[in-house]
Structure formats: C-alpha cells, structure tokens
C-alpha cells in the first residue's frame, strides 16, 4: 500500500523548508566552542576572581594563595624551576598540595597571563559545612536503685 499524496505533502514541505533554511546560513546547526588546551583555566577566571600565576609568580605573590605559607611557596618555586606546570593537576607533584589544597587553590591559580591578586585570599575548605553542629542531648546520670 502507497501513502497518499495528502500524508507526504506536509512532511514535504517541511523537509524543502528545512534545506533552504540550511542552505541560506540563517538556520545553521549550534557549533561548540572550541575546545580549551588541556589544563587551561576556566576562561572568565581572572575577570571575577583574583588569580595568581604559578609559573611566573613571585614567593610572595604564591604565599598569596590559601593555604600555602613560605615552606610551600619555596617548594612550588624549586619544582617550576625544574618543569613548568602545564595542569592543574601538575601541582600535585609538589609536596605538601594534595587533593583537598588543589580544590581550594583551583580557583585562584592560573597556568598563562598575569597575576592579578594583591592580597591574602581566602577560600572555604571543601566539604566543610558553616552550619552550626548539632550536639547530642546529654542523658541525664541514672538514678541510683
């Protein structure tokens, strides 16, 4: 059995509709964004948020980041001098920055342009609520027999 005329003229239409749309640039697919090189920053860090370079900051400018004093911003110094960092996740070679350091500096460190943080900054540990513990009710003692 054929499919009448009256049933394929509107899907028809809409495929002719479709193609000269495409063909006319007005209705083009969503292209994404090209790909950001690998550890790169999120593109719109330095504009919100103070950022200091790891690869060119000076010890002072890296005691700037939460949590890193100046035994760790030597030691960061002694492994750029050795290899730059080309991640993120490049920091965690140096000893002293593990898991929990990385996340906290992730927002505040770039790897590329300048370093743009004038003061001590601060970030919340991860996974640390600032909610008020709630404390268990104490039993009151037993009652003697």
């Known amino acids: 059995m054929q499919p009448s005329t009256a049933s394929l003229h509107p899907l028809l239409v809409v495929l002719l509709l479709s193609v000269a ?3 006319s640039g007005r209705f083009a697919p969503a292209r ?3 790909a950001a090189p690998r550890g790169a920053s999120p593109p719109l860090a330095s504009a919100t948020v103070p ?9 002072e400018q890296l005691r700037l980041l939460p949590g890193i004093g100046p035994a760790l911003a030597e030691r960061l110094l002694r492994a750029r001098t050795r290899r730059a960092f080309h991640s993120l996740g490049a920091l965690r070679r140096v000893r002293g920055i593990g898991r929990a350091t990385l996340q906290r500096l992730a927002r505040h460190v770039v790897l590329a342009g300048p370093t743009t943080a004038a003061v001590k900054l601060r ?3 991860p ?3 600032h909610a008020p513990r709630l404390r268990r009710a104490r039993r009151p003692p ?3 027999r």
């Open 21 to 23: 749309l495409a063909a």
């Open 51 to 59: 950022v200091v370079n790891v690869n060119t900051a000076t010890p």
């Open 32 to 34: 994404a964004a090209p």
């Open 127 to 129: 996974g640390r609520s």
């Open 123 to 125: 970030a919340p540990r």
């Open 142 to 144: 037993a009652r003697p």
